[in-house]
Every structure is written in C-alpha cells, then in structure tokens.
C-alpha cells in the first residue's frame, strides 16, 4: 500500500458497521449469560484487563488495514486490540449462532469468548471485521468465563498468519497482546487446573459468519431473520450474484461448495488438521476460521487426530476431512431449506462439493508431484501406490514432498541404480531407519520408478518441474513442536520465537538456509509431549 494512504494514529481510524446496523439486535443490553432469540447478536463491551502488553503483530494484515508502523507501535495500540480502550465508532458485539458439535445439534453456541469491535473500510474499499478473542464474558459464554490464554493465542496468531502465506484461504491475525492477568485452565479435563498468562488475539476477516448463524434461525423456526442474514451475507460478501431471490440463494450455495472444496483441498496439500469441524467452525466465506487443537501432519498418517477430545471417535482426522465438510455442507441445506422449499435444486447444488473437491485434489495432487496435469489413466493408480506406501513406515509428509522434488529424473539410468541410491534424495523424511525394510525399498523403489517414467513423458526439465514442485510443497509449516517452543519462552517472557517463526512462516515455500534448522522431523521428545502431539479444546 502506497505510504500516503497509511494511517499513523488509531483515532482516525472509521468505521461502517454494517453487520450492527442492517441485522437485528438483542434489545437486552446487560452482558448476562442467555437464550438470544430473533437477533443477530448482542452488543457487549470487552473486559477491561489489567496491563496489555503486545507481543507480536503481523505487518502483512496492519498494511491491508493501512495502519503505518508508527501506528502499530504506538501506545495506544496495546490498550486498543486488548479492549481497554474503544475508539470512536466501535459498536461492540457478540454474535449469536448454533452449531452440530460432533455431530449432535447443540442449540445456541454464540461468541463466548469472541467480541467484534467494528467493520473498517481500507483505502481499496475492501472490508474487514476486528474481532478481539479473549476479551471476556458475552452472553454467550455459557459456563466458561469468556478468557483466551497465551498457549492458545500464540497458536491461533502464528497458525492463521502462516496458512495465509501457504495460500490458505483463512481469518487473519493482526495483533497478539498479554492481558497481565492469569486464567486457570485444566489443559486436559484431569483434575489439575492451573493458572497461565491470559492473551488476547485480534483476528481480522470480511465476515466472521459461521454455518450454525443460519442453522440456529431455522431451527428456531425463525425464518424471517434467517432470509435477513441471508440476503444481507448475498449484498455484503457476494455481491457478484446479484438480487437475493430463489435462484440467488441457490447460486450462493453452490459458490459455499466450491469455496469449502477448495478450502479442504488446500488443508489435505499442506497435511493441516483442524480438529474441531463443528458447524460453527465453518465459515461461510470457505475461509479457515477458529484455531482450537489443529495440528500438522508430520507422520503421514490420514487417522491422525490432534485434538485428544476427538481420540474416540477420530470424527475430524486427516483424511475424514473431505467427508466432514460435504456432512457440514448439508446441514447448511438444510438450514436454507425454508428459503428454497424444495429438495431437488439444493441436493443438485450440493453435488457442486463433491465435483469441485474431486476435480481440486486431482489438480493439487498433480502439483505436488510436478506433473503438468493430472492424467486419469495413470495418475490415479500412481497417487494411490503413493499414499499407501507413505503409511508403511514412519514418513514426514512434508520433508517427502519436498524432497521429491530433488529427484533426478534420468530414466536411461533407471535400470542401472538400486533402490538405496534412488530414494537417497528422501532419507531425511524417514523417522525410524529400522522400519525401512528390503520389501519396504522395493515398494518405494518401484514407485520411485514408474514415477519418474512418468514425470518424463510431460517433457518438463527438471528445473521447470523442481521450482513448480516448490511453490506447492512448502519447506516451511508450524509443525506442533515449533509452536510449543515458541509457547514455552514466550510463557518465560521471552517473545522472540514468536516473531522468529512469523518471520520464517511468511516464505513458506523459499528455500531460506539460515533456517534451515526448522526444516526437521520432530524430535523424539515431542512424541507424547502435551501440546506437540496431544491437544484438548482447553484454550
Ligand atoms: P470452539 O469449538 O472452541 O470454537 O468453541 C465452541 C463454543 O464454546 C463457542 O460458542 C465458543 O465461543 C465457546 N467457548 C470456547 N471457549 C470459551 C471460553 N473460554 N469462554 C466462553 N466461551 C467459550
Ligand atoms: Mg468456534
């Protein structure tokens, strides 16, 4: 953004509040925990606290909201993006939606611990919502006590800056303050509460609606303020499709398939698992929202869940993600059933997720493997061969990816080198050199070889297929061990991890040789370590 347009100081910053202004309120006003009905949302103030401080700011998201250096240092800053002090044109409030948690329809959910302060306009006219995580009770909170700490702040601030320079569509994070206060939570529900740093994280997205706003409407039977939400998320956030009618509710259906297909495509190529895909975890724009105990992939292993909450059942593991999304997608169906009335037109609209996720992951599997495009009658057979031999033995997915892609494709020499000297390139995916078994090389091996016979029919040089290959598999990923580091120093005082792995994550896909000691496996001892490999919903 040009320097000129840049704001220097938080008291010139405006606000259009369009969300609060166009959709219905609670007209209670005290912040007391209730059932909301007929309204959009609740207006409530953050809590005040006790001494912000700021750890860290992403400087991507303050230049798209055109606040200047000067700005993002300045004193008010802290005070600003922790809730203490409320600038002219805020209009605090916490949304009221529902959501299927696990599967089972929980009735109101809400913003418990989610306050908006406003919409601003940038320069370009595009809009963003300020929404402070943390910031205290809302009438939504329920039993719990509307706080965020800093181990959940540092992963939601450091994840959602880093799936947006993956190329993730996502909520963004602007700023990552300490409240100086402390918040006991039972990190595993085991009867051993304690006291941690409570923090606040500033997210920042168009529109922070989620499925469940819609789904709560309906389930109430409140169909006039279901077809209000809708027809204002169409004019505010789809304006490209024109008049909200019956043929528009279903034309935005279809485009909240297409964008939630592309959304999993994305989360399966960079091996990131959400954890918690309740319908209130869903966006309604296809954008990453709510980062609770996600986890990344190291082992490739579609079972894996992060979140121990999930341990039973593995409903949001890995490779369950696609399914979970069409289950979620239905539910919204049926949420706009009322608008539409009739089933054949939405299950048709439905079917655009199943296409564009098939279509989007053939594409995005052929990018990881440098193909030029995905050619059904051999590809299919050698992603299958693949991601069955990942599972054989203990492979990072994200060190094999990348490492393919230093493959020397010389196929006159196929037959004259053995399978260790082929796979050499790979040796530093492996995480246990005892499982890499003679029958396990001749797999591999074999895939090795018909993969780069394959690689060689498109004519690409290596070069070509090498830099291709790098712009989609990343180097860099916040694996759990990393942030767990960076939450152990930072619980110390010590805040430079933090920004270092901001700095590191925002060149995921450069090579980047002085950090070069972030592209690891995960070091043994954060096997079973609590927060590297195991998650609860605690945060
Ligand atoms: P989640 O699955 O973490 O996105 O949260 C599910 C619901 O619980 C949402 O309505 C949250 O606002 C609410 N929630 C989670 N943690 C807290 C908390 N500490 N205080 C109040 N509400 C919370
Ligand atoms: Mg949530």
């Known amino acids: 953004m040009n320097a000129q347009f840049q704001l220097d100081s938080l008291d010139a910053l405006s606000f259009d509040n369009r969300f609060v202004r166009d959709l219905p309120a609670d007209p209670e006003k005290i912040n007391q925990r209730r059932q909301v009905n007929g309204a959009c949302y609740s207006f409530v103030s953050p809590a005040r606290v006790k001494q912000p401080e700021l750890v860290a700011y992403s400087k991507e998201v303050a230049d798209q909201l055109g606040f200047s250096e000067k700005l993002c240092q300045s004193d008010l800053f802290a005070p600003v993006f ?18 299927h948690q696990f599967g089972n329809w929980a009735g109101q959910l809400g913003d418990g611990r989610a306050i908006n302060l406003g919409e601003v306009l940038n320069q370009s006219g595009e809009r963003f919502t300020l929404q402070l995580k943390g910031a205290g009770p809302t009438p939504y909170s329920r039993g719990a006590d509307g706080l965020a700490v800093l181990r959940s702040s540092v992963r939601e601030f450091l994840c959602s800056e880093a799936m947006h320079h993956l ?17 006991v939570r039972d990190m595993f529900y085991d009867g051993h509460p304690q006291a941690e740093p409570g923090a606040i994280v500033c997210r920042v997205a168009p529109s922070f609606t989620r499925f469940g706003n819609f789904q709560l409407f309906t389930s109430n039977g409140e169909i ?8 204002f998320t169409i004019c505010s956030d789809f304006p490209h499709l024109g008049k909200p009618c019956k043929e528009t509710y279903l034309a935005w259906f279809e485009e909240i398939c297409r964008r939630t297909a592309e959304m999993i495509v994305h989360w399966q190529r960079v091996g990131f698992v959400h954890g918690v895909m309740n319908t209130d975890n869903m966006s309604i724009l296809g954008l990453t929202i709510d980062y609770g105990p996600y986890g990344w992939l190291e ?27 069409m289950w979620n997608l239905v539910q919204l169906a049926n949420a706009l059933y009322p608008l539409i009335e009739e089933t054949a037109p939405l299950e048709k609209s439905l079917d655009i997720y199943p296409q564009s ?46 490492q393919l892609a230093r493959l020397n494709i010389n196929i006159e020499k196929l037959n004259d080198i053995d399978n260790d000297e ?24 074999n895939w090795l070889r018909n993969y780069i016979r394959r690689v060689a029919k498109d004519n690409r040089n290596d070069e070509e297929r090498r830099s291709a290959m790098n712009k989609v598999n990343p180097k860099y990923v916040l694996r759990n061990y990393l942030a767990q580091l960076a939450i152990d120093k930072s619980e110390q005082g010590d805040h430079s991890m933090v920004n270092e792995l901001l700095e590191l994550l925002r060149r995921p896909y450069d090579e980047q040789p002085e950090m070069e000691k972030y592209y690891e496996k995960r070091p043994d001892w954060a096997r079973q370590r609590a927060g590297c490999s195991m998650l609860s919903c605690s945060s």
């Open 82 to 99: 922790s809730g203490n002090h409320l600038l002219e044109g805020m209009q605090p409030y916490a949304m009221c939606y529902g959501g």
């Open 167 to 183: 190329g993730v569509p996502t909520t963004r994070a602007l700023s990552l303050t300490l409240t100086g206060e402390e918040v």
């Open 224 to 231: 006039d303020q279901l077809r209000q939400l809708v027809d």
């Open 357 to 402: 996720f098939q279509q989007g992951w053939q594409d995005m599997m052929a990018q990881k493997l440098g193909f030029l495009a995905f050619e059904e009658t051999s590809d299919k057979a050698l992603v299958d061969d693949l991601l069955a031999i990942l599972k054989l033995v203990e492979t990072d997915m994200t060190i094999f990816y990348r």
């Open 299 to 325: 082992n490739y292993d579609p079972d894996w869940t992060p979140n121990t909450t999930d341990a039973q059942g593995r409903r949001y593991r890995y490779g369950h993600q696609p399914q979970i999304a």
């Open 422 to 445: 082929l796979m050499a390139p790979l040796k530093d995916a492996f995480y246990v050199t005892e499982q890499l078994s003679e029958d396990y090389k001749e797999s591999l091996g």
